[in-house]
T-cell receptor, first 115, second 111 residues
């Protein structure tokens, strides 16, 4: 079974621009979560989608948004990029419910650099 | 709020040494607990998990026991290998697929 895929793997953007990152979950998984990883703040939860609905959101500004499509693929968008948005953005998929619902499987991440 | 505290790294050991990485948590209720591992340039891999008190998770020689009385989930391995060098993260499930992570512990194993 194919794992979680994220595109692109690397991205360089300029301050003030916007960016869209994509995540394709494991087949059969309906939940997609997004995390930001930085050396200073570590791994922080951004939001989670299940069956196209946002179920949970972390403590990030409104510039960070996401969505999920009917095939469970998800995108996250960051508008008006700031230097501090430079990070590794990780996507994780899971069944999203039931006893195995919490087992999250991570993609390789998208490395975003804002200059 | 929910939080996870891991022992500070980095940790450097010789091959075949015994490994312990401490992890304690603060949470309402009884969350599921996880250990993830991150190799250089990669995402996180689920190493093991425990869903209720006294459960022991195990995988690839690693073990961790969910201790409700001490709110701990320490990671142990009896004999480490060079290939175990990575960053290890302890995490708890905090509702609706939200994982709360510790700060990570970098482990280096020397041959």
């Amino acid at each position: 079974k194919a794992g979680v895929t994220q595109t692109p793997r690397y991205l360089i953007k300029t301050r003030g621009q916007q960016v869209t990152l994509s995540c394709s979950p494991i087949s059969g998984h309906r939940s997609v979560s997004w995390y930001q990883q930085t050396p200073g703040q570590g791994l922080q939860f951004l939001f989670e989608y299940f069956s196209e609905t946002q179920r949970n959101k972390g403590n990030f500004p409104g510039r960070f948004s996401g969505r999920q499509f009917s095939n469970s693929r998800s995108e996250m968008n960051v508008s008006t990029l700031e230097l501090g948005d430079s990070a590794l953005y990780l996507c994780a998929s899971s069944l999203g419910q039931g006893t195995m619902g919490y087992e999250q499987y991570f993609g390789p991440g998208t490395r975003l650099t804002v200059t | 709020g929910d939080s996870v505290t891991q022992m500070e790294g980095p940790v450097t050991l010789s091959e075949e040494a015994f490994l312990t990485i401490n992890c304690t948590y603060t949470a309402t209720g009884y969350p599921s607990l996880f250990w993830y591992v991150q190799y250089p340039g990669e995402g996180l891999q689920l190493l093991l998990k425990a869903t209720k008190a006294d459960d022991k998770g195990s995988n690839k020689g690693f073990e961790a026991t969910y201790r409700k009385e001490t709110t701990s989930f320490h990671l142990e391995k009896g004999s480490v290998q060079v290939s175990d060098s990575a960053v290890y993260f302890c995490a708890l499930g905090a509702g609706a697929q939200k994982l709360v992570f510790g700060q990570g512990t970098r482990l280096t194993i020397n041959p």
